[in-house]
């Protein structure tokens, strides 16, 4: 994978990722704000899942978005200086299947299986 193409799927990867948080954060306000405007028992609603439980799974996508942006980010970084595709714990490179299929790796196969 070329620098150039890894800059490409990097910043679509953050981009969607940026979009994701933003939809997130748009859904966690919209179950605040419902809440805020029930008076329901939902914590004893047979029918299904509690206002608190939405909450809880929208918070939790959250933040696996933002650990997510993070890790692009610090692809992008390796990229600029120079360090992308080389894997952290060995120093050897990192097969370009892998980084196709994450690219955002920072190990080589062989140093993930361990």
């Known amino acids: 994978m070329t620098q150039t193409s890894a800059r490409d799927r990097l910043e679509a990867l953050r981009a969607a990722t940026l979009e994701r948080l933003a939809a997130l954060q748009g859904e966690h306000r ?8 029930s008076n329901a028992d939902d914590e004893h609603d047979p029918e299904g899942a509690t ?16 650990e997510r942006l993070a890790s692009v980010d610090a692809a992008i970084a390796r ?10 714990v ?18 080589c196969v062989g140093c993930a299986a361990r």
């Open 51 to 66: 206002i608190a439980f939405e909450r809880a799974q929208v918070d939790a996508l959250a933040r696996d978005a933002i």
């Open 30 to 37: 919209a179950v605040v704000d419902a809440s805020r405007d």
């Open 79 to 88: 990229l600029d200086d120079g360090s992308y595709g080389i894997c952290t």
């Open 90 to 107: 060995c120093g050897q490179p990192i097969a370009a299947a892998r980084l196709e299929a994450r690219p955002t790796a920072t190990t």
